[in-house]
């Protein structure tokens, strides 16, 4: 059974500049979740989707975007891009809301913004 | 205060003894507490589930949970090197803006085993 895959592994931006990360769930799982990974703030929660609908949403400004597809597989998008976006964002599966059970991680895309 | 709180260490312990990790939470109803494990420069791994007070084992991990001191906890017996790596405590909170609940994670705990 395939794991959570996230592509790219990795992304160098500038400042100003939008960028889109990609997120394939495990197979059946019909939650995705998005969080941010930072050395200062640790991991925090950005948004969770279930069935295309955005279902939560964490304390993040309005350019941080995200949707999902009918086939579960979800995008998130970042729009004019600052130097504090530079961090590790991480997809989680599950295949219920809101973290009941866990979530499985997939591997990440470091994004770096200069 | 945080919500899920967590020792950053490092916690150092020799080759095979306990490692005993902690963390705190605000949620007084919260019902779903992990542990997850993380390799520098890796994604975090679920490790540990627990949803009702007392202990659970899994092989050289125990969860153990106190919902009335709002306090869970990881054991890890017989600590090897590959046991080095923070471990980070998840606690399934609601949100102020949507009163829906997902997993917030403490800032986790750097374990270091010395051979």
């Known amino acids: 059974k395939a794991g959570v895959t996230q592509t790219p592994r990795y992304l160098i931006k500038t400042r100003g500049q939008q960028v889109t990360l990609s997120c394939s769930p495990i197979s059946g799982h019909r939650s995705v979740s998005w969080y941010q990974q930072t050395p200062g703030q640790g991991l925090q929660f950005l948004f969770e989707y279930f069935s295309e609908t955005q279902r939560n949403k964490g304390n993040f400004p309005g350019r941080f975007s995200g949707r999902q597809f009918s086939n579960s597989r979800s995008e998130m998008n970042v729009s004019t891009l600052e130097l504090g976006d530079s961090a590790l964002y991480l997809c989680a599966s599950s295949n219920l809301t809101g973290g009941s059970y866990g979530y499985t991680f997939g591997s990440g895309t470091r994004l770096t913004v200069v | 205060q945080k919500e899920v709180e967590q020792n950053s260490g490092p916690l150092s312990v020799p080759e095979g003894a306990i490692a005993s990790l902690n963390c705190t939470y605000s949620?007084?109803?919260?019902?779903?507490f992990f542990w997850y494990r993380q390799y520098s420069g890796k994604s975090p791994e679920l490790i540990m589930s627990?949803?009702?007070?007392g202990d659970k084992e899994d092989g050289r991990f125990t969860a153990q949970l106190n919902k009335a001191s709002q306090y869970v906890s990881l054991l890890i017996r017989d600590s090897q090197p590959s046991d080095s790596a923070t471990y980070l405590c998840?606690?399934?909170?609601?949100?102020?803006?949507?009163?829906?609940?997902?997993?917030?994670f403490g800032s986790g705990t750097r374990l270091q085993v010395q051979p």
């Open positions: 627990i949803y009702s007070n």
């Open positions: 949620d007084r109803v919260s019902q779903s």
């Open positions: 998840a606690v399934n909170i609601p949100y102020l803006d949507t009163g829906r609940r997902a997993l917030t």
